[in-house]
C-alpha cells in the first residue's frame, strides 16, 4: 500500500501524535507520519518524533517567514495530509490559501459546541449531560469545518475537568485514525 505522507502539528503533550504513529505502523493504515511540526521547542511530542525518527521542523510563529518554512518542508517530504494534533495556534488564511492540502483537526467537545478553549470547564458549566470530541476539516473559521467524525459520552455527577479530559482523549485515540481511514477509503 502506497501510504500518504502525513504532518501532525503538536504544541505540548503529543499523545495524539503518539498514537498515529504508533497505528501508521500497521501496514494497512493509510498514512505515514513523515513531519511533525511544534510551535514549541520544549513541547513533549517532539519526543515521539525523536523515538521514532521522524523528522521534524522546530517554528517560531512570531518570524514572518514561519508559513513558506513549513510549505517547503511540505514539498520537501511529499505532505499531502495534515492533522493538528494538540496545536495551539490558528492556522491562517494564507496559509490554508497557499497549502491546497487536506488539513483535519481534533477538537474535545461535540462541535459546533464549545469552540475554542476551556472545553471542559465550559461544559461542566453548561451543565451537559454528554460531551466527547470531533474530527474535521480545518477551513477559515475556528473549529468550524466538515465535520468527519464525533463520538460522545454521558457525564457523570462526579466528574470534573480532569475526568472529562481523560475520557474525551481515550475517545480521541479511536476516532483520529478512523477518520483518517474514512477519509481515504473512497480515494
Ligand atoms: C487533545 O485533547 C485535542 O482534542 C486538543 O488538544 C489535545 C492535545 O492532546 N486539540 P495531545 O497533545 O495530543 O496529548
Avoid at 123 to 147: A, F, M, P
Avoid at 162 to 175: A, D, G, H, N, V
Wanted: glycine letters at 4%; hydrophobic letters at 35%; one cysteine or more.
Amino acid at each position: 500500500m502506497v501510504k500518504v505522507k502525513t504532518c501532525v502539528f503538536i504544541s505540548g503533550e503529543g499523545t495524539n501524535l503518539k498514537n498515529l504513529v504508533k497505528r501508521s505502523r500497521n501496514y494497512n493504515f493509510p498514512i505515514k507520519i513523515s513531519l511533525v511540526v511544534s510551535n514549541k521547542a520544549k513541547a513533549r511530542g517532539l519526543n515521539y518524533a525523536k523515538k521514532y525518527s521522524i523528522p521534524f521542523l522546530i517554528i517560531n510563529t512570531k518570524n514572518r517567514n514561519f508559513e513558506n518554512l513549513i510549505l517547503n518542508n511540505f514539498n520537501r517530504y511529499q505532505i499531502e495530509l495534515v492533522c493538528l494534533a494538540g496545536y495551539m495556534k490558528i492556522i491562517s488564511k494564507n496559509f490554508l490559501r497557499k497549502c491546497k492540502k487536506k488539513i483535519i483537526n481534533i477538537h474535545p467537545s461535540l462541535l459546533p459546541k464549545f469552540k475554542g478553549l476551556n472545553t471542559f470547564k465550559r461544559v461542566l458549566e453548561n451543565k451537559q449531560r454528554k460531551t466527547g470530541c470531533t474530527v474535521h476539516y480545518v477551513n477559515e473559521k475556528l473549529d468550524s469545518g466538515y465535520i468527519i467524525k464525533q463520538r460522545s459520552f454521558f457525564i457523570n455527577p462526579s466528574d470534573n475537568e480532569t475526568s472529562l479530559k481523560r475520557k474525551t482523549q481515550i475517545l480521541e485515540y479511536k476516532i483520529y485514525p478512523e477518520a483518517v481511514i474514512e477519509i481515504f477509503r473512497n480515494n
